[in-house]
């Protein structure tokens, strides 16, 4: 269960650099933050390829990893949990 605030940091982490992603698109235009906000997987594109900004490097390892430990925490943590609610002793 110690896991699951870690998955809330690294969530909080990814948010705030999607912000930065999400700002970036919707001031090079309209169109281009709508695609960016609503179509799966165009963010990856997005930033990659049109995301200009001078802590391009750190600002999208925060996202996609940050991202992924999110996803990896809140798994275990959910995992851990649920075993406490069934009444299964931790180290079962």
Same mark, same amino acid.
């Given at each position: 269960?110690?896991? =699951?605030?870690?998955?809330?940091? $690294? &969530? +909080?982490? %990814? =948010?705030?650099?999607?912000?930065? @992603? /999400? !700002? #970036?698109? /919707?001031?090079?235009?309209? &169109? %281009?933050?709508?695609?960016? =906000? +609503?179509?799966?997987?165009?963010? =990856?594109?997005?930033?990659?390829?049109? /995301?200009? #900004? *001078?802590?391009?490097?750190?600002?999208?390892?925060?996202? $996609?990893?940050?991202?992924?430990?999110?996803?990896?925490?809140?798994?275990? &943590?959910? #995992?851990? +949990?649920?075993? @406490?609610?069934?009444? !299964?002793? *931790?180290?079962?």
């Amino acid at each position: 269960m110690p896991l =699951l605030p870690l998955a809330a940091l $690294f &969530g +909080l982490v %990814t =948010l705030v650099c999607a912000v930065f @992603l /999400f !700002l #970036h698109a /919707f001031r090079r235009s309209v &169109g %281009t933050g709508m695609m960016v =906000l +609503l179509i799966p997987f165009y963010i =990856l594109v997005y930033a990659f390829s049109q /995301f200009e #900004h *001078p802590r391009k490097n750190l600002i999208l390892a925060g996202f $996609f990893g940050c991202s992924v430990l999110a996803a990896v925490f809140l798994g275990l &943590g959910a #995992h851990g +949990l649920s075993r @406490l609610m069934v009444g !299964l002793p *931790p180290e079962y």
